[in-house]
């Protein structure tokens, strides 16, 4: 039988796939690691560096596509540099010319591909590969579709020192496609620094999916073999290249030079296991890659309930909370006495403006000399917001910068701490998200502060009533002075009165003496009981403030922190999936 070229007609369209081994579970344990491997992208690709990712997500995308094409079949390719004898190879072992042979450089610029099996079963994989459809052909002693070589896709790259650098490139592309290379080297060249140096060396990891084979072995006596053989696995022990397969071939003496070759790659086809084995050696280089962005697990208990306490705490020191709820207990106090002074005193008492309606505000907390950080500027840097004449936080934009710097220094040591023993890049990570969602903190702290200070001018009802008890016992007393001045008078005059009597005492009498005793009465009681409610209030209104910054410091500081930490945690636990048998 004469070799087949495979024709477009009878290739293209028909996507036939060959029956995965869905049971193997060497092809389970690798799609595991694959999914690990696209974990950790998926997880890190945010916060590392593109260029770092860029060969893993290759290395998933083609896995994933070779997975889906069929696993029964082998793409084995030759590989070697001009004058090697990789083409007569590939001819020998195809059973016609095939490929081009010749000194010519480059020789071969082209991938050609011979099929051992139904044409139609690679259509896909061939497509895949991109090799050229007038490059496809199929094995010529293939009889009734059997071989026992069947499953087999050989593929005779281009010379790899071909000085055009498009084949140089094609050679580089499919290398990183197929299954198994066998390195074709001939005993001039097996030492060439080119193949030692940039090659091999890249295939360390690949060693179950490399073969290197010796060709022309015909040209070498016994002795002369053996000792070339020998300094050629020395320099493979050097390229790390270890224990990989060597074998003597020779084209001339076909069969019987390539009877080794054959026996090899019958092993391999049959086997079935060189496509898991390829992309399990590629996740093996991927993972290696990445391993040095994961490191000790991340400390998660940095950014819970005790982080976010911490955060509250130094948000508060920023927004001056303190000092504002200590001023709502002197308003409070302030206004109390205001609504509930004995009428009869309150020309008598001078008190100063309310600390909420001070035109500066009120003089706040106690560490805030020159330069301290104030929520929107408070006069001297004094530690508090700055409150217009109605209560509401006066934005002074000239000193902002006070607060966002002091909010920034709150978040940077969250992110310091969270971020302690990260490998490069996470601590830079944790930092930018632990700043990422300042912009409008302070005015958000602002707004806070002014929520609380609108409650802080809300009148008790019960002020009300005590205010209102103290002016009816004023006008009683008033009621009761004036009818005994009456009664005075007109007893003057000569008219004589009586008075109603309420037991032993007049009514005028009782009025009067009611009346201030009863004011003097309330206005006693009035002091301990506002003393009492400001303490109240304050409590309340500070539970509310520190509970309105808590939330601040959690959704702004805390919670960028905390899922980059989850990012880094699902990435660490996606590379030990990804790095499987190795973990």
């Known amino acids: 039988m004469t070799a087949q070229r495979l024709r477009d007609t009878t290739l293209h369209g028909v996507g036939v796939r060959a029956r995965d081994n869905g049971g193997d579970a060497e092809a389970t344990a690798l799609t595991a690691r694959v999914d690990g491997l696209r974990r950790f992208l998926r997880a890190g690709e945010a916060y590392l560096p593109a260029e770092r990712l860029s060969w893993a997500h290759t290395v998933v995308a083609h896995a994933e596509q070779r997975l889906a094409l069929s696993r029964e079949h082998t793409v084995v390719a030759l590989a070697g540099a001009t004058g090697g004898g990789k083409s007569s190879l590939f001819n020998a072992l195809a059973g016609q010319e095939l490929s081009p042979v010749g000194v010519r450089r480059p020789t071969t610029s082209e991938a050609y591909a011979c099929v051992w099996g139904a044409p139609e079963e690679v259509t896909d994989l061939l497509e895949w590969l991109k090799v050229t459809p007038a490059h496809w052909f199929r094995q010529a002693q293939v009889v009734d579709g059997q071989s026992p070589l069947r499953g087999l896709v050989l593929l005779d790259l281009p010379d790899f020192d071909s000085v055009e650098r498009e ?194 505000g009120p003089a706040l907390g106690a560490g805030g000399g020159p330069g301290a950080p104030g929520i929107t500027g408070a006069p001297g840097g004094v530690a508090g917001p700055r409150m217009s004449g109605f209560g509401a936080p006066v934005t002074a934009p000239e000193t902002a910068e006070g607060p966002r710097a002091a909010a920034s220094l709150v978040a940077r040591t969250v992110g310091d701490r969270a971020a302690a023993g990260l490998p490069e890049p996470w601590p830079e990570a944790v930092s930018a998200a632990a700043r990422s969602r300042l912009d409008g903190l302070p005015e958000a702290l602002d707004q806070a502060v002014a929520t609380t200070a609108s409650r802080a001018h809300h009148t008790p009802r019960w002020w009300r009533a005590v205010g209102a008890g103290e002016w009816l016992a004023t006008a009683a007393a008033l009621v009761g002075a004036g009818w005994l001045v009456l009664g005075w008078l007109l007893a003057a005059l000569g008219i004589p009165t009586e008075p109603p009597q309420a037991g032993p005492l007049s009514v005028p009498v009782l009025l009067l003496v009611g009346g201030v005793g009863v004011g003097l009465l309330l206005a006693l009681a009035a002091r301990p009981l506002a003393t009492w409610a400001a303490r109240r209030a304050s409590e309340r209104e500070a539970a509310r403030l520190r509970a309105a910054i808590t939330e601040l410091g959690r959704t702004r500081v805390v919670a960028p922190v905390a899922e980059v930490l989850r990012a880094y945690a699902e990435a660490r636990d996606a590379l030990a999936d990804a790095r499987g048998r190795d973990g």
């Open 167 to 360: 084949h140089a490139a094609e050679v580089t592309r499919l290398l990183g496609l197929v299954d198994l290379v066998v390195w074709v080297v001939d005993p001039q060249k097996y030492a060439d620094q080119v193949i030692h140096e940039r090659h091999l060396p890249r295939f360390r990891r690949h060693r179950e999916v490399t073969l290197v084979a010796l060709n022309q072995a015909d040209l070498l006596s016994a002795p002369d073999l053996e000792q070339l053989m020998a300094d050629l696995r020395r320099l493979l022990n050097a390229d790390g290249l270890d224990g990989v397969a060597t074998i003597a071939t020779s084209a001339v003496d076909a069969p019987a030079g390539l009877a080794e070759l054959q026996a090899r790659l019958e092993e391999v086809v049959n086997g079935r296991r060189a496509v898991a084995q390829r992309l399990a050696a590629d996740v093996d280089l991927a993972v290696e890659d990445l391993s040095e962005l994961v490191g000790p697990p991340a400390a998660e208990e940095l950014v819970g309930p005790s982080a976010v306490r911490q955060v509250a705490r130094g948000l508060a020191d920023v927004a001056g909370a303190q000092a504002v709820v200590q001023a709502m207990v002197t308003s409070y106090r302030y206004r109390a006495g205001a609504a509930m002074i004995w009428p009869l005193l309150r020309s008598l008492r001078r008190r100063g403006p309310d600390p909420w309606r001070r035109p500066h």
